[in-house]
């Protein structure tokens, strides 16, 4: 029986386009602001890969820095650094997904651990579940990039949750809103929940998550339903 949730939390907690809400003010555009946050998340994705893989590991707050920059130049957008600094220190201004905490809240009822296994500083983790209204249902903040110095979908990130979960390997769920991440999660024997929000077909290479959700909240009735039939037989 699952006991145990080990989360992501950027983009599957809360919604990283959501700084969008803090760069318009200094563009003056939400259209564009919106195309930053894009391009600032993507480029965040695409560093902690290649970063983590050629073993020159780069930690946040400071790749989080350099990502807003990069997005900047990428959309030919001139800040003075006043602004990049304001902006870079509000990123823990993301807003959970609508579902979320309520999901959190009945997972929690159903008795679960609930831990969040993230990239970011174990700082930048808390600050953001804390304006995101999803602190209150954590049970413990690892991050990776601080405990082993490496990224998701590297093998040590998830061998660190396992390691912290406290309990044995069969009753760990670990849950997020990517594939990939479900993917290199299962690798190292992990039960897994994707949250499909954007209801993106998966890529057809021999894997398929333990769940597909399209929001967190199918996740909690379906573990609350689990525990029941367990119960019952």
């Known amino acids: 029986m ?3 949730l080990l989360f992501d939390t950027w983009g599957t907690l809360v919604d990283n386009y959501s700084i969008a809400d803090v760069i318009e003010p200094h563009v003056f555009e939400s259209h564009t602001a919106q195309k930053i946050s ?7 994705k695409w560093a902690m890969f290649y970063t983590t893989l050629g073993e020159r590991f780069v930690q946040h707050p400071g790749l989080n820095e350099a990502c807003l920059r990069w997005a900047l130049a990428y959309n030919h957008v001139e800040l003075p650094e006043s602004a ?3 902006i870079v220190s509000q990123y823990h201004k993301l ?6 905490v309520g999901a959190l809240k009945k997972l929690k ?7 969040i296994v993230a990239n970011p500083t ?3 983790i808390e600050d ?11 049970d413990e903040i690892i991050s990776s990039g601080e405990e082993v110095k490496a990224f998701k979908p590297s093998p040590k990130v998830f061998r660190l949750g396992i390691e912290r979960a406290g309990c044995a390997r069969e009753n760990i769920l670990w849950v997020t809103g ?16 994707w949250t499909n929000r954007q209801r993106q077909p998966a890529l057809p290479i021999g894997f398929t998550p333990t769940y597909v959700t399209r929001h967190l909240q199918d996740l909690a009735d379906i573990l609350a339903r689990s525990r029941v039939a367990a119960k019952q037989a």
Not at 109 to 115: D, H, P, V
Not at 178 to 193: P, R, S
Request: proline share 4%; charged share 25%; glycine share 8%.
């Open 2 to 4: 699952i006991t145990t």
């Open 38 to 44: 894009e391009d600032w998340r993507f480029q965040h």
């Open 84 to 86: 990049i600094q304001d």
């Open 95 to 100: 807003r959970a997904y609508p579902d979320v």
């Open 109 to 115: 009822g159903l008795g679960l651990t609930i831990k």
């Open 122 to 124: 174990r700082k930048m």
């Open 128 to 138: 953001h579940s804390r304006f995101a209204g999803t602190l209150p249902y954590i």
């Open 178 to 193: 990517h594939f990939w991440e479900a993917y290199a999660a299962d690798g190292v024997g992990l039960k897994t929940a």
